[in-house]
């Protein structure tokens, strides 16, 4: 064998290792939330958001200092020689801090409200990631409860088939047991498609193509003692989003009252001629301006950015009020799965001994089918209900998450 058929070999291993490797990893919720977090096209839009208001700020900022320009011009008459000159412009508003001080309190503001929003735009991504990831480990604990009952149906057929072969059993119980292990069979395969549409729509918010592959059970995180609701509604992210918005609303009336004042502006100008002749020059100049009659353009702007800034209070505390509710409505569904996931183990626990015991009756003649039956039927409901409050008690979770603006 030739050295190039060598390596080309071990290239290919390599290769089926690396993908093999990458199917069969396991796909954990820190590793889907950093994923996230670097590929989610809304996530990174909001990030860009963020950087353009911080941008705005520093624009702002930059009008405080000096502006200087730079101008040359070349002149030349008829039957004379050409005349070249260039002249350095420097202007400068006088007391900066003072006159452009609303800017930039407005600013800085509108670059707190733009970082509460992220937080929120953020919380609100996390949620449908983290319900999307639920929805994976959900349908995959479904698949794996269908499996087994699969197998557990076809036990029980292939029971009532030795029965009735033995005449302790009769022919309806038998085609009952035959269509309830068909049934068993076509829930599991419908369970694998939803288990496959709910790794596309987790890839699809993660924003990548890798390879979907979890590992259950789903996580119940414990409840914690009940808060102040009152007091952590004051730090969601969309409350203190609003409260800057009403203090970036004083700050341009304030810009609004300044702009209709007066404005000191002191300047400094310097030439060079280049042609010989002994013009150069250094000029400096101080102009005041204040305007007198606008047609009452000045009030009404004033007017409506205060309209505009009373209405934003009045928003605000509507949206206390309802934060604080949805806060209460989150933290208590959660208790509520919580405890009903308690209570529906015990009842899965007793349902497994019952079938145990009812499993051993039938067998040996000491029960009838439809008693059996029903125990049975029992038993795959009580599993199948774990299933769904364990769902259900995530789900509550990061709903209370994002409802604090939290990951």
């Not at 080309?8 to 950093?34: E, K, Q, R, Y």
């Amino acid at each position: 064998m030739s050295k190039k058929i060598i390596w080309a070999s071990i290239f290919l291993s390599l290769v089926l290792f690396s993908n093999s490797g990458l199917a069969s990893s396991v796909l954990d919720w820190p590793t889907c939330l950093a994923l996230a977090k670097t590929h989610n096209k809304t996530l990174l839009a909001a990030q860009l958001d963020l950087l353009q208001a911080s941008s705005n700020l520093q624009l702002v900022k930059a009008g405080l200092g000096p502006s200087v320009s730079l101008s040359s011009q070349y002149n030349q008459a008829v039957h004379s020689s050409g005349n070249t000159s260039a002249k350095i412009n420097i202007s400068q508003e006088l007391f900066p801090a003072l006159w452009q001080s609303p800017e930039v309190t407005e600013g800085t503001l509108k670059l707190q409200a733009a970082h509460y929003d992220f937080l929120d735009t953020k919380a609100s991504i996390i949620h449908d990631l983290y319900t999307a990831y639920i929805e994976v480990l959900y349908q995959q604990a479904l698949l794996e409860l269908n499996t087994k009952i699969v197998t557990r149906r076809k036990a029980n057929m292939d029971l009532v088939h030795a029965k009735y072969q033995s005449g302790s059993e009769h022919i309806g119980d038998q085609e009952w047991s035959d269509a309830q292990y068909q049934q068993a069979q076509l829930i599991k395969k419908q369970n694998q498609r939803k288990l496959d549409l709910a790794k596309q729509n987790l890839q699809q918010l993660i924003g990548t193509t890798v390879p979907i592959v979890t590992k259950g059970p789903i996580e119940s995180h414990p409840l914690i003692s009940r808060p102040s609701i009152a007091q952590l509604t004051l730090e969601v992210p969309i409350i203190k989003k609003s409260a800057a918005l009403i203090e970036a609303a004083n700050a341009t009336i304030k810009i609004q009252e300044k702009e209709n004042g007066a404005l000191l502006v002191a300047t400094l100008s310097a030439g060079k001629n280049f042609s010989g002749a002994p013009d150069d020059s250094v000029t400096g100049s101080l102009a005041f301006s204040m305007p007198i009659f606008q047609n009452g353009k000045a009030e009404l702007q004033i007017a409506i950015a205060t309209q505009k800034r009373d209405q934003l209070r009045l928003n605000h505390q509507n949206l206390l009020s309802k934060t604080q509710l949805d806060l209460e409505t989150k933290y208590t569904n959660w208790a509520t799965s919580i405890e009903n996931l308690i209570v529906q183990a015990s009842f899965l626990k007793a349902a497994e001994k019952r079938a145990e015991i009812e499993q051993a009756k039938y067998s040996l003649g000491l029960s009838t089918y439809e008693n059996w039956d029903a125990v049975e039927n029992n038993l795959i409901t009580q599993r199948t209900q774990i299933v769904n409050q364990q769902k259900e008690a995530a789900l509550a979770y990061i709903q209370w998450r994002a409802g604090l603006g939290q990951e």
